[in-house]
């Protein structure tokens, strides 16, 4: 084990620059990157970026909600973070009486600021290697679990995890400081915050407005606590300066944040995989879903307004999947993958590590029909939405059905889930060989002939009219319930016992490859715990001819505005701005080539000073591979530049009020 973990130590600490600006770091480690940021322009230093003895850059940073990054700008516990990543918050709030989706939200004082249920942000108070620990432990999840234990004793709000990199090589314990009293502050109208919409999702030149603020609460010894009238505007150990200064091409950037899933040392089968069959499929299969969305919310402002955020959710995944496996594709990324595990099973001959990816490739084999069923299943028949209702509603204690039901049915309309169940089941019949269908499945068709009647049946029985006294035996219930059950006991035993083997063989493959390349160095697959990435403002040449600019600007806005079109309406007022001709070249967003995925929605893009220049939210479309293998030339990450949120909120909507405690930096 020793010599295990001096090997991993080699690698981690090797002074030789991974490829060009890829690379997701860990706060706690970035001493070993520091000369190389440096090199590139950053000003400050490791204990500026992770400090537990001191306020560091961290301090500023929270996870938002389950899967998005924010950011602290202001001593009084004010939030930046993307309009995305506040949506479904904001569209809470929102109603036909009070579409704030659509007018937008400012609280130009406190007591308008609107509390959240549910939504919460956590800050990373530290994070500790208990790699010796958890190796010597026989049984990992109780070592875990004590450790856990350890971290949270005595402390308000503490929150733990132990997390596994390198697949299992190496573990971290990370503890957070969790607050639950986060208030909306404001938002732009959607079409600002969503100018684009799905068009323009994933895609370069952007004009995406993609923020909404909050602030974080405490009581009034500054300490985690729920809502209450009583709590306090939270005092952050540090908070962003917003810099006024913009960018340039060149110029040197840093991303902070909460990166959500990557895939950097996966074997050419599980690339295949992914690129040749599941995204084929639930691109397919997301697309029935989208188009009967489409249809109904084009027809009426309240479904709009219901579906704006599940739309969102659905497209999000939907377009990014097309992107990946268009860039897989490009790439040639399969068969760069055989090559270098050919070269490694060359070097691996008479080591431990021979027949490691041959041993890979027998397990995918075996596992890639119950992944696909398990796939399709989630994608098609667990996500029609009146079954789901019903589990949750069976499930939930008496006294808290009504909740349950009303939080349901306020963004809910059948037409929609309808007309979806029967293009989904039609195409589960289809592309689902029988031998990984229910029997429940083949006994219904049999009994109503064809999808469309099966859900005529469905969608008239008594619960999804409203009666709710029978739930367990309800034909709505009673189909959750058949393919929920295959799903947990047909293929997720199956599913988890070879991912398992899997992940047993990449621990000993992940340490072949740090031998194998011992020059190389590795960074760790992203798991939703904090990280850096670093690189510089710089555009892209996606085909032969063509090169994008990094910077896009409101006249992009304007050349894209077109009332006929929803996504592409902007308000009046930014119309009437543009046209007093002194805005022409106001920035909007801005590229760079720091390595981000899901997860880093959000997240702070931070200059060589260390202060705030824009917001992160998404990637171009070319690029969006860069969870299995990044690319530097085509790799890119997209910001809002944080000029446009404040010309937003001062100029356009004269709410500058909420920004006079953000302090402001050229």
Not at 317 to 336: A, C, L, N
């Amino acid at each position: 084990m020793r010599r295990i973990l001096s090997i991993l130590a080699g690698a981690l600490l090797c002074v030789v620059p991974a490829l060009a600006d890829e690379g997701m770091w860990l706060p706690s480690l970035i001493s070993q990157r520091i000369a190389d940021m440096q090199a590139k322009g950053f000003k400050l230093d490791a204990e500026d970026i992770y400090s537990v003895n001191q306020a560091s850059l961290k301090d500023a940073v929270v996870l938002f909600g389950g899967g998005c990054t924010g950011e602290v700008v202001s001593k009084e516990g004010l939030l930046f973070t993307n309009y995305h990543c506040g949506y479904s918050y904001i569209q809470r709030h929102s109603s036909v009486e009070h579409d704030y989706l659509k007018d937008g939200y400012w609280a130009l004082k406190r007591e308008d600021e609107l509390p959240n249920p549910g939504l919460s942000v956590s800050f990373l108070d530290r994070m500790e290697d208990v790699s010796a620990i958890m190796n010597d432990a026989e049984d990992k999840e109780l070592a875990a679990a004590e450790l856990v234990k350890q971290a949270t004793a005595g402390g308000k709000g503490l929150s733990a995890s132990v997390e596994a990199l390198y697949y299992g090589n190496q573990y971290f314990l990370f503890v957070y400081r969790v607050f639950s009293d986060v208030r909306f502050v404001g938002a732009p109208p959607s079409s600002i915050g969503k100018f684009g919409g799905d068009t323009d999702n994933w895609m370069w030149p952007r004009h995406t407005g993609d923020f909404s603020i909050f602030r974080i609460y405490a009581d009034k010894d500054n300490n985690p606590a729920p809502y209450s009238p009583d709590n306090v505007p939270y005092t952050p150990k540090k908070y962003f300066k917003v810099s006024l200064a913009g960018v340039k091409e060149g110029d040197f950037t840093f991303i902070y944040g909460f990166p959500g899933s990557t895939q950097e040392y996966i074997t050419s089968d599980a690339v295949r995989y992914i690129s040749e069959v599941s995204d084929p499929a639930k691109i397919g299969l997301r697309t029935l879903r989208l188009d009967a969305q489409k249809k109904y919310m084009g027809q009426s402002q309240a479904v709009r307004i219901q579906y704006s955020s599940k739309n969102a959710s659905v497209s999000n995944s939907w377009k990014k999947w097309q992107g990946e496996m268009k860039g897989i594709r490009k790439m040639k990324t399969v068969q760069t993958k055989k090559e270098y595990e050919a070269a490694f099973e060359k070097w691996a001959k008479g080591t431990r590590y021979e027949g490691i990816t041959e041993k890979l490739a027998d397990i995918y084999r075996r596992l890639e029909p119950f992944n696909y069923a398990r796939e399709y299943t989630s994608e098609s028949a667990l996500a029609v939405e009146l079954p789901q209702f019903a589990s949750s509603y069976f499930s939930a204690q008496p006294e808290n059905r009504e909740a349950v039901k009303e939080n349901f049915l306020k963004d809910y309309y059948m037409p929609i889930d309808k007309e979806s169940f029967v293009a989904l089941m039609t195409a589960y019949g289809k592309n689902v060989n029988e031998e990984f269908r229910p029997l429940y499945y083949e006994q219904q068709m049999a009994l109503y002939g064809s999808e469309q009647a099966w859900a005529d049946a469905l969608f008239s029985s008594p619960f999804a009219r409203g009666d709710y006294s029978d739930v367990e035996n309800d034909p709505v219930y009673i189909f959750r319930r058949e393919f929920t059950k295959y799903y947990n006991e047909q293929l997720l035993p199956v599913y988890r016992d070879l991912t398992a083997q899997i992940t047993e063989l990449y621990h000993d493959y992940m340490q072949g490859q740090m031998e194998f390349e011992p020059d190389k160095t590795f960074y760790p697959d992203a798991n939703l715990t904090l990280r850096v990435a670093y690189g510089k403002v710089q555009g892209y040449e996606p085909q032969d001819g063509i090169y994008y600019h990094p910077q896009s600007t409101l006249t992009g806005i304007i050349e894209k505005d077109n009332p006929d079109i929803f996504d592409y309406d902007i308000p009046q007022a930014l119309r009437d701005i543009y046209a007093t001709g002194l805005y022409d070249d106001q920035p909007v967003c801005f590229l760079a080539t720091n390595h981000t995925t899901g997860g880093n929605s959000g997240s702070p893009i931070i200059n060589a000073d260390g202060n705030l220049i824009g917001l992160n939210f998404d990637r171009v479309w070319e690029g969006t591979q860069s969870d299995v293998t990044f690319d530097p030339e085509i790799c890119r990450n997209i910001s809002l530049d944080v000029r446009y949120l404040v010309f937003v909120v001062d100029k356009v909507f004269h709410a500058g009020a909420i920004l006079q405690e953000v302090e402001f930096v050229n």
